[in-house]
């Protein structure tokens, strides 16, 4: 079993940063894929950005160039900064990693987190 502890999230005004981070438990097994994904109201949950334990990142198209994502392997912890923010960007975030053992890999993930993007 995995924990994934978030923070960071809050109010900001339409053009302003944020930076959420997630630190997940200690695990006896490997830790791989790390991510955010955000579900606004009445919509579906979706992926925000993902990085890999060798720091190959993906980023969904409307982030792209406004959203950064980095990892610190030794801490399991996945940062997001967040930038040039939008009303639409407006949702909660959840943070996401897989774990994996000799049986296969599971997702695990947080509580999540809410950002408001409102003047």
């Known amino acids: 079993q995995v924990q994934l502890v978030e923070s960071g999230g809050g109010l900001v005004q339409p053009g302003g940063s944020l930076n959420l981070s997630c630190a997940a438990s200690?695990?006896?097994?490997?830790?791989?894929?790390m991510g955010w994904y955000r579900q606004a109201p009445g919509k579906e949950r979706e992926l925000v950005a993902t990085?890999?334990?060798?720091?190959?990142?993906n980023f969904a198209d409307d982030v792209k160039g406004r959203f950064a994502i980095a990892r610190d392997n030794a801490n399991n912890t996945v940062y997001l900064q967040m930038n040039a923010l939008k009303s639409e960007d407006t949702a909660l975030y959840y943070c996401?990693?897989?774990?994996?053992?000799?049986?296969?890999?599971?997702?695990?993930w947080g509580q999540g987190t809410l950002i408001t993007v409102s003047s």
């Open positions: 996401a990693t897989e774990v994996c053992s000799a049986y296969g890999c599971s997702l695990f």
């Open positions: 200690r695990s006896t097994f490997r830790i791989d894929d």
């Open positions: 990085i890999t334990t060798d720091g190959r990142r």
